[in-house]
């Protein structure tokens, strides 16, 4: 239990550090921290939780990385549905307390987004739904890349949190203006469900695709390592 509970805690400091950054910070009035700021927070959930849990539970925080590390027989199958059930009511808590502080602000509005995913019309950029596909199979592909290599037992040990925390943020800084970055369904989950309408409508997109691409991930990251010593 105690691994899930660490899931579950990890995933509400990602929604609540990242998604708040975007909602709260980042168009604050002269001081806000902008789409930089903004995938720099989401990488340093990463990042700081990796440290404090990563030692109980793994620090996947991400419905999509379970399965791919699953996938590249880095997890157990039998773990799999529960640290998918504890990310993903993480994710709903952290966006929960999210909504309570941003919603004691005069003139929020739920409708300007809440920092949900989207595509079409509702992403940042008016990118297709077929853009959104492609751009969160690939970041997802190569985040799980990211993170198998640098877990992997020949790599630099005490690092792997800074690659992966970094990583995240590099996914960011590309993917913001394409799908408002999901590569994680919990993290869509949990804003997604406070909007409701079209960002409920729209939740399959990143379930769908961030799973395709970490699972292609794994495929590819041992396919390139079976050879190794």
């Known amino acids: 239990m105690n691994k899930y509970i660490a899931e579950l805690i990890g995933t509400f400091w990602l929604v609540l550090g990242g998604c708040g950054s975007a909602v709260l910070a980042a168009a604050f009035p002269e001081v806000g921290i902008g789409l930089v700021g903004v995938s720099l927070a989401f990488g340093l959930t990463v990042l700081t939780m990796a440290f404090a849990i990563g030692h109980i539970s793994g620090c996947h925080l ?6 791919g590390l699953c996938a590249g027989g880095r997890f157990p199958v039998k773990d799999l549905l529960p640290y998918i059930i504890s990310q993903v009511i993480g994710g709903l808590l952290g966006a929960g307390v999210l909504y309570l502080i941003a919603s004691g602000k005069a003139g929020f509005d739920l ?6 995913n989207g595509y079409g019309d509702h992403s940042p ?3 297709s739904l077929v853009a959104v596909v492609i751009c969160e199979i690939v970041m997802t592909m190569m985040f799980l890349i990211i993170i198998l290599g640098a877990t992997d037992d020949r790599a630099p040990k005490g690092f792997a ?3 992966i925390g970094l990583g ?3 996914i ?5 203006p ?9 993290r869509s989950t949990g804003v997604a469900v406070f909007v409701g309408d079209w960002a409920v409508s729209q939740l399959w ?5 961030p799973i395709v691409g970490a699972v292609l991930g794994a495929l590819i990251y041992n396919f390139i390592q079976k050879d190794k010593a």
């Open 125 to 127: 950029g008016q990118y």
């Open 111 to 116: 409708s300007a987004g809440f920092a949900s």
């Open 62 to 67: 991400n419905p999509a990385v379970s399965i």
């Open 161 to 163: 949190p800074i690659a």
């Open 168 to 170: 995240l943020t590099l």
């Open 205 to 209: 997109v990143f379930w769908l695709a």
């Open 172 to 176: 960011h800084l590309i993917s913001i």
């Open 178 to 186: 394409v799908s408002n970055t999901s590569v994680n369904p919990a």
